[in-house]
C-alpha cells in the first residue's frame, strides 16, 4: 500500500525532473522522423513527377475570318498516377487559351490543337503521350503514354505516385506538409522538396487544401509521408487567381473517368 | 442567254444620240467605236499564289478583248497569268468559261480562250476587235479606253493620247513574277479615264482599232502596252504557251555623254554570254548586230532590249563598241532567256510551296546550277515548320533520304512512295541548303498527326439560364438594392432545374447558403461557377425569390450535355471547311428545335474554296445539292460521294441568323 502510494509521488517527482526533457527528446523524434520519412519521398517516389512537354497548333478566328495557325511549345510537371503511366498535371501549363484570349482582348474564338505531348525524363529521354481530359474548374490535365510507348511505363526510373484509397486525412489548418517537385532543365531536373503549411481548409462546394509554398502540377504530403492531393490553380473568371491543392480523392475519381472515356 | 442590261442600254443610247447631234462623221466613228466595245469582256478570275506555305486562293474582276472568231481572248497577266478558273462575261451579259493559254510577265499579256463549245448552237457569233498600228498613234490622236473598272459591266472612256513612250522611272517599281515589267515596253501614256478593273480592256482609236492594251495608271495618265508588241506576244501566247526570248546577261543604262551616241554597260551577269564575251561594267556599246544603238535617257532603253530579246536563241552576234576610247568588237551566242522565276506549287504533305530554279533565280541564289528545289514559303504549325531545325523561305531542298531531288516533281514522287500506305507521319532525312551552307534535318511528311484534342470532365448541370440580378433590377423588382443573385430567364425541359420546380422568372439569392455574388452584367459566369463546383449528382440548395416569398428547393445536379469540341466532325479538305454536329447549346442559341436538322460551320478555311463560295463560320448547312442533311455521319457519307464525283458545282442551302441563303462553290478538283 505504501509502495502504492508512493509511486505516484516518485513518478511526478521524475516527471519534474525529466518531463521537459523527456518532451522534447520525444517532439525531436517525431520532427526528425517526419524529416526521414519526407527524405524517404524523395528516395522513393521521386520519378512520380515528371516535366510534360506540348507542342500546341493555335487557331485563331475573329468576326467570321480565320488566320493562319501558329504553333507553340510550353513545359510543366505532372505526377504519374499509375501503372498505366497516366499523369495528372496544372492545365493551365500547357493550356495558352487564356492568354491568347487575354491579347485579343476576349473578341475570337481561339482553338489549340494539341500536335505533340511529350514525357520529359531525367535521362533526356522522351515519350510520346496523348492529352486525354481536362478540367478547367478544378485546373487539371490528365495525360498518358501513347499506346506504341506503352513498354517504356513499367521502367524503373518511371513509377505512379503511392495513393491509399482507403486513407481519409485529416488535414488541418498549419499542418505541416510537402510537395515534391523538379527542376528544370538548366538545373539538370533535380528532384526537390518544398516545404509548406495548410492555411485553409474549404469544404463548400467541395473540399480543397490552400498550401502555401507549393508548385502547380506537384504532389503534396502530410507528415506521414502520404500522398494527399495535386497543386493547382484555382481560376476566377478564367484567370489563374491562386494555388490550392485537390485532394487526392478527386484527382483518383477524374482519374478513373479518364480511363473510362478513353480505354 | 443575258440582255443588255438597261443601264448599258441607257448608256449607249445616250452615247448615241449625242453622237447623231454631231454629225454623220461622228456616228460612223461611234459605229466602229461601238463594234469593238461589242468585243471586250469582264473577266472573273480565281487565281492563287503561294502564302503560308498553301496556295491562297481569291477572286478578282479584270478586262479583255476578243481577238478573233475562235475566242481568243488577250487581256494582262496581272489579271488572269495565275488563274485556276476564268469566267468570261461578253458585253451582252453572255457567261462562258475560258482557259488560259499562256501569260508572259515581261510585257504583262496574256491570252485565254472562251469555251465556245459550252455555247447553244444558234448562240450568235462572236464580235472580235483587231490590232491598230501603233507606231502610227501619234500624241494628240482621240482613243477610247474600255473595259470593266471596278468589276462593274463593260464601259467606255475617252481621252486623247498624251505620251508615246511612259515608263516606270524605277525600274523595280512593277515586277511580276520577278520580271521587270517596264525592261520591254513603253506604255501609250492616255489621259482616258481608268480604274482598277479596266486592266488588259482595249484602248482604241477613232477607226475602232485596237491600239493599246490597258496595263498600268500612273498619277493621271493611263498606260497600254502598244498593239504592235501586244500582237506579237499574244499571237506566240496563243501559238505556244510562251514566248521565246534570247538573254545575254547584259545590264545597261542610258549614256549621258552627248558627243558619243551608245549605251552604257553598267553590270554583266556572271556566266552569261556577255561576260564569256569578255564585256565588262563601263563598256560603250554603239552597235548591235550591224544595227546603231543608243540611249541617252531611260526611255531609249526598251527598244534595245526588244532587238536582244528578239535574237534567236543560240544565235551567234556581234557587238561593237568602247572601252577607254578604244573601238571593241564583241562576238557573242545568246542564250535562251529562262522567266525570272517558276511558278510557285504547294505541297501539302510537307506544308511547303516550292519553286524550280530558273537559270536567273539560280544565279540570284548564287548557286552553281538549277539542281534543288526552293522553299517559297512555310506553313506554320506544318510539318516543315514543326521539324528541328525548321525550313526557312529560300533554303534549297537538295536530298530526301539520300535521294537527289532535281525537280519539284522529283519531291512527289519519292514523298509518295514514302507515304504509301503509310497511317502515321514518316519521318524524312532531309538534306537542304541556306546560305550556301549544308544542313540535314527530319521532317515527318504524309499523313498529318493526330492532332489530340482532349475531353473535358464531366461537370454538373442545372439546365437553366440566367441574368444577373443588378442594383438597379434588384431596386426595380423591390428587393433593394443590395440584393445579390439571378433571375431565371429560361429553364430548359427535362432538366434538374425542372424537376426541382423552378420557373422562368424566379429569382435565386444563394446556393447552400452561400449569396451568389452577381450584381454586375459581367458576373454573368458567378453562378455557372459556381454550380459547376459541384461533384455530379450533389444534392444542392437554393434560395428561390418567387411572387415576393423567399424559399428553398433541392435540386440533384446532372451531367452536363456533350460540349461542342467533342461532338462528331467532318473536315472537308478539299473544299477547305469544317462542319459538327449541333450541340445542346447550338440549339438554344439558334431557336432550333431537337427536330430540326443540319450541321454547323464550325471553321472555313480563309481564301479556299468554301469561302469563295462564301461559306462563313456559325452557318448552318441545311441542305447539299437539295438533299438535307440529319448529322455529321450522313454528311460525310454525301460528300465523300461528291468528291467521287467531282461535280462542276455544289449548292449548299444554308442558314446564317434568320436569313437562308444558296451557296455555289464550284472547285477545282484534284484529280
Known amino acids: ?263 | 442567254m443575258h440582255k443588255l442590261s438597261p443601264f448599258f442600254q441607257l448608256l449607249l443610247v445616250t452615247l448615241f444620240s449625242c453622237h447623231w447631234l454631231m454629225g454623220e462623221e461622228n456616228f460612223k466613228i461611234n459605229d466602229r467605236v461601238n463594234s469593238v466595245y461589242r468585243a471586250i469582256v469582264r473577266i472573273e478570275v480565281v487565281s492563287e499564289r503561294g502564302s503560308n506555305g498553301r496556295m491562297l486562293k481569291s477572286g478578282s474582276t479584270g478586262s479583255g478583248v476578243i481577238i478573233d472568231a475562235t475566242g481568243l481572248v488577250v487581256t494582262n497577266h496581272h489579271v488572269a497569268g495565275k488563274a485556276t478558273r476564268l469566267t468570261c462575261r461578253l458585253y451582252d451579259g453572255e457567261e462562258l468559261g475560258a482557259d488560259l493559254l499562256g501569260a508572259d510577265a515581261l510585257t504583262d499579256l496574256a491570252v485565254l480562250r472562251l469555251r465556245l463549245s459550252d455555247r447553244p448552237e444558234n448562240a450568235p457569233p462572236l464580235q472580235t476587235a483587231v490590232f491598230g498600228n501603233s507606231d502610227r498613234v501619234k500624241v494628240g490622236d482621240i482613243c477610247f479606253a474600255m473595259g470593266s473598272p471596278a468589276g462593274l459591266s463593260q464601259s467606255v472612256t475617252r481621252g486623247i493620247v498624251s505620251n508615246l513612250a511612259l515608263i516606270s522611272h524605277r525600274s523595280s517599281s512593277f515586277r511580276l513574277d520577278g520580271e521587270n515589267v517596264g525592261e520591254l515596253v513603253r506604255w501609250l501614256g492616255h489621259d482616258a479615264v481608268i480604274f482598277p478593273g479596266n486592266s488588259g480592256g482595249p484602248l482604241v482609236n477613232e477607226r475602232g482599232e485596237i491600239i493599246g492594251i490597258n496595263e498600268v495608271a500612273i498619277a493621271s495618265l493611263g498606260g497600254a502596252i502598244p498593239s504592235n508588241l501586244a500582237k506579237e506576244v499574244s499571237a506566240e501566247l496563243a501559238e505556244k504557251g510562251w514566248v521565246e526570248r534570247s538573254w545575254i546577261g547584259l545590264e545597261c543604262q542610258p549614256y549621258l555623254k552627248a558627243h558619243r551616241a551608245g549605251i552604257l554597260v553598267s553590270g554583266v551577269i556572271d556566266e552569261s554570254p556577255a561576260k564569256k564575251a569578255g564585256i565588262l561594267p563601263g563598256d560603250i556599246i554603239t552597235h548591235l548586230d550591224g544595227k546603231s544603238v543608243q540611249a541617252k535617257i531611260p526611255e531609249d532603253l526598251p527598244p534595245f532590249h526588244q532587238i536582244i530579246s528578239s535574237l534567236l536563241p543560240g544565235k551567234e552576234c556581234s557587238m561593237r563598241g568602247y572601252r577607254d576610247n578604244e573601238e571593241k568588237t564583241w562576238t557573242l551566242i545568246t542564250q535562251k532567256r529562262e522567266p525570272a522565276y517558276q511558278p510557285e506549287k504547294e505541297l501539302k504533305s510537307w506544308g511547303l510551296t516550292l519553286r524550280e530554279f530558273t537559270l536567273l533565280s539560280s544565279l540570284e541564289a548564287r548557286r552553281l546550277g538549277e539542281y534543288g528545289v526552293q522553299v517559297h514559303s512555310v506553313a506554320q504549325g506544318g510539318p516543315s515548320y514543326s521539324a528541328k531545325p525548321r525550313l526557312l523561305e529560300n533554303d534549297v531542298i537538295t536530298e530526301i533520304n539520300g535521294q537527289k531531288i532535281e525537280k519539284i516533281e522529283d519531291l512527289v514522287n519519292i514523298s509518295r512512295e514514302l507515304t504509301q500506305d503509310q497511317d502515321e507521319p514518316v519521318p524524312t532525312l532531309v538534306r537542304f541548303e541556306r546560305n550556301l551552307a549544308n544542313y540535314l534535318t527530319v521532317i515527318k511528311i504524309g499523313p498529318e498527326a493526330d492532332e489530340t484534342r482532349p475531353f473535358e470532365a464531366w461537370k454538373p448541370w442545372l439546365g437553366v439560364s440566367t441574368q444577373v440580378l443588378t442594383n438597379e433590377l434588384a431596386e426595380a423588382l423591390g428587393l433593394g438594392k443590395t440584393a445579390r443573385g439571378v433571375r431565371l430567364s429560361q429553364v430548359f425541359p427535362d432538366t434538374p432545374a425542372e424537376r426541382a420546380g423552378m420557373l422562368a422568372d424566379d429569382l435565386i439569392s444563394r446556393i447552400d447558403g452561400q449569396i451568389i455574388q452577381a450584381y454586375r452584367p459581367e458576373d454573368v459566369e458567378v453562378f455557372g461557377n459556381m454550380i459547376k463546383q459541384y461533384r455530379i449528382h450533389s444534392t444542392v440548395c437554393f434560395e428561390i425569390w418567387r411572387d415576393g416569398k423567399i424559399f428553398e428547393l433541392n435540386a440533384t445536379l446532372d451531367k452536363r450535355p456533350t460540349p461542342a469540341n467533342e461532338l462528331p466532325e467532318f473536315e472537308d479538305k478539299e473544299l477547305e471547311y469544317t462542319v459538327r454536329e449541333l450541340s445542346f447549346a447550338d440549339r438554344v442559341f439558334l431557336r432550333m428545335s431537337s427536330d430540326e436538322n443540319g450541321v454547323l460551320v464550325e471553321n472555313v478555311e480563309s481564301a479556299g474554296w468554301a469561302a469563295l463560295a462564301g461559306l462563313r463560320q456559325g452557318d448552318i448547312l441545311l441542305t447539299v445539292n437539295e438533299q438535307a442533311i440529319s448529322g455529321v455521319e450522313e454528311f460525310r457519307s454525301l460528300m465523300t460521294g461528291i468528291h467521287q464525283m467531282q461535280p462542276k458545282q455544289v449548292i449548299f442551302f444554308i442558314k446564317r441568323g434568320i436569313h437562308t441563303l444558296f451557296l455555289e462553290l464550284e472547285p477545282e478538283w484534284t484529280p
Not at chain 1, 481519409?168 to 489548418?173: H, R
Not at chain 1, 484555382?234 to 478527386?250: C, H, L, N
Open chain 1, 1 to 263: 500500500m505504501d509502495t502504492l502510494m508512493k509511486q505516484p509521488i516518485i513518478l511526478s517527482l521524475l516527471f519534474s525532473l525529466f518531463g521537459p526533457v523527456g518532451l522534447i527528446q520525444i517532439f525531436a523524434e517525431t520532427n526528425q522522423s517526419t524529416v526521414t520519412i519526407w527524405r524517404n519521398l524523395l528516395q522513393q517516389q521521386s520519378d512520380s513527377v515528371v516535366w510534360i512537354s506540348a507542342t500546341v497548333r493555335i487557331e485563331l478566328s475573329s468576326g467570321g475570318r480565320s488566320f493562319p495557325p501558329s504553333e507553340r511549345k510550353l513545359e510543366t510537371l505532372g505526377t504519374v498516377l499509375g501503372k498505366d503511366g497516366l499523369i495528372v498535371l496544372s492545365l493551365n501549363g500547357i493550356d495558352p487559351t487564356h492568354s491568347i484570349l487575354a491579347q485579343m482582348r476576349g473578341n475570337g474564338n481561339v482553338n489549340v490543337n494539341y500536335t505533340e505531348v511529350l514525357i520529359l525524363r531525367p535521362d533526356g529521354t522522351e515519350i510520346a503521350a496523348d492529352f486525354l481530359l481536362k478540367d478547367e474548374d478544378l485546373d487539371l490535365a490528365f495525360v498518358r503514354p501513347s499506346n506504341k510507348e506503352q513498354g517504356v511505363v513499367h521502367s524503373p526510373a518511371f513509377r505512379d505516385i503511392e495513393y491509399d484509397f482507403s486513407y481519409s486525412p485529416d488535414i488541418q489548418p498549419l499542418d505541416e506538409v510537402v510537395s515534391l517537385g523538379k527542376l528544370g532543365r538548366n538545373l539538370f531536373r533535380k528532384s526537390t522538396l518544398q516545404r509548406g503549411w495548410v492555411n485553409a481548409v474549404i469544404r463548400k462546394p467541395r473540399d480543397y487544401y490552400v498550401v502555401e509554398n507549393v508548385t502547380p502540377g506537384t504532389p503534396v504530403f502530410d507528415h506521414l509521408g502520404r500522398w494527399i492531393g495535386i497543386s493547382a490553380f484555382r481560376k476566377e473568371g478564367g484567370k489563374p487567381s491562386g494555388v490550392i491543392t485537390v485532394p487526392a480523392k478527386d484527382v483518383m475519381e477524374i482519374a478513373q473517368q479518364v480511363r473510362e472515356r478513353t480505354n
